[in-house]
Structures are given as structure tokens and as C-alpha cells.
């Protein structure tokens, strides 16, 4: 089974900087999504952005952007010019071609003003 | 607004008591799942509904089960609540064309169970 790793339990930065949060995933598949979501304390699950694993270029949608290493299995999620409404967890999610998504453990991002 | 809506909000139940949590989508996903998300940690998938396809996770404890009436609604049944069973329960729904869902899934704004 696919398996989802963020190794960052919490993560903080300074408003208006940028931070960068890991995720890796291991599986045997070629084809498959990879995404990013935010939870903020609502509960309810945002999507980010996501990536196809057969592009090889990085996603971006707007101050979010990802580093995709297909090689590596590394997918990392890049916040630029934080905002004090980015604070949430962060969850980074493996979708096979069963239809089953995983997730990480998440990262707890906070903002300082 | 199309959406996944889930009911209630908030549940407290009493250990042993069975309650029933609900699902509805207007987004006609053939697609929905059901997470259990303990305080602080990641959403851990229960089982999802491919149509009228049911497909449980191996780790799943019997006591939960689930019904998918019809392609708007699915209904999470916890039949003993135990107090380990205190969470939140997500629902989320996705198309079941592989390259359509790359839109990953949608969720609702969850269940929070309280098991007393």
C-alpha cells in the first residue's frame, strides 16, 4: 500500500516570508496525483493545488507552488509571501488509480506577524 | 452552490448507544468516502463507495458499517460507540473517471462525535 511521510510535525514563519514543507510518499505505481490540502481550524479540508505525476512540470497556483521529484517521490509544497490566514494544517495526499487517497501525518503551519 | 453537506455538525453520543451520521452530495460523484480524523492526526479512510461498489478498508472495525441509498447519499452507522470512537468523520465525495477526479475530492465540513 501507498504510504505518505511529512516529517514536519510543525512548521512557523514570519508573515510575508516563504516556507517550504516535505512530504514524501513511497509507491510501485507510475501513474497517480499528488495534492495538498489545507485544513484550518473550521475542519473543513481546502485542496491547494495538485500535481500529476506524469507532468514533470511543478504545479503553481498563485503564492502556492510544489516541488515535484518523481525519482525521489518527494513533494514538497512552497508558500511564498506567507499570510496570517495561511495558519492551518497542512496535509499532503497520495491518489492511486483505485481511487483511494492517502494522507500524511500533516504539518501544523503557524504565522507569525 | 454545488457541495457534500454533512449532518449534524456536532453529535454526542452516549457508549453503546447507535447513532447514524449522514452525507449528501449535489455533485453527482459516483465516488464518496468516509475518514475518521482523530484530534491532530491525519484523516484514516473507513470505506468508500464506488456506485453501489463497497469497498472497506482491512482495518476497519466491524462495528462501523455503512449504506449508500442512492448516488446523493451515504450514511455512516456506528453500532456500539465506544469512547475510542470519538472523532471527527469526513465525508468526501469524487468522480469516478480516473483522469476527471485528478480535481482530488471534495469534502464536507464534518461530523464531530463525542462519545460520552
Known amino acids: 500500500a501507498q504510504t505518505v511521510t511529512q516529517s514536519q510535525p510543525e512548521m512557523s514563519v514570519q508573515e510575508a516570508e516563504t516556507v517550504t514543507l516535505s512530504c514524501t510518499y513511497d509507491?510501485?505505481?507510475?501513474?497517480?496525483?499528488l495534492f495538498w490540502y489545507k485544513q484550518p481550524p473550521s475542519r473543513q479540508m481546502i485542496l491547494v493545488i495538485r500535481?500529476?505525476?506524469?507532468?514533470?512540470q511543478n504545479a503553481t497556483e498563485n503564492r502556492f507552488s510544489v516541488n515535484f521529484q518523481k525519482a525521489a517521490k518527494s513533494f514538497s509544497l512552497k508558500i511564498s509571501d506567507s499570510q496570517l490566514g495561511d495558519a492551518a494544517m497542512y496535509f499532503c495526499?497520495?491518489?492511486?488509480?483505485?481511487?483511494?487517497?492517502?494522507f500524511g501525518a500533516g504539518t501544523r503551519l503557524t504565522v507569525k506577524p | 452552490d454545488a457541495m457534500v453537506i454533512q449532518n449534524p455538525r456536532y453529535q454526542v453520543t452516549q457508549f453503546g448507544k447507535p447513532v447514524t451520521l449522514s452525507c449528501s452530495q449535489t455533485?453527482?460523484?459516483?465516488?464518496m468516502y468516509w475518514y475518521q480524523q482523530k484530534s491532530s492526526q491525519a484523516p484514516k479512510l473507513l470505506f468508500h463507495?464506488?456506485?453501489?461498489?463497497?469497498?472497506n478498508e482491512a482495518d476497519t472495525p466491524d462495528n462501523f458499517q455503512s449504506r449508500r441509498p442512492n448516488t446523493s447519499f451515504c450514511f455512516l452507522d456506528i453500532r456500539s460507540p465506544g469512547l475510542g470512537d470519538t472523532a471527527m468523520y469526513l465525508c468526501?465525495?469524487?468522480?469516478?473517471?480516473?483522469?476527471?477526479?485528478?480535481?482530488?475530492?471534495?469534502f464536507g465540513s464534518g461530523t464531530r462525535l463525542t462519545v460520552v
Open positions: 495526499a497520495y491518489r492511486s488509480n483505485n481511487n483511494d487517497m492517502r
Open positions: 509507491t510501485s505505481e507510475s501513474d497517480y496525483y
Open positions: 500535481q500529476e505525476a506524469y507532468k514533470q
Open positions: 455533485l453527482n460523484h459516483n465516488v
Open positions: 463507495y464506488y456506485d453501489k461498489d463497497f469497498n
Open positions: 468526501a465525495t469524487a468522480s469516478g473517471d480516473y483522469v476527471v477526479g485528478s480535481s482530488g475530492y471534495t
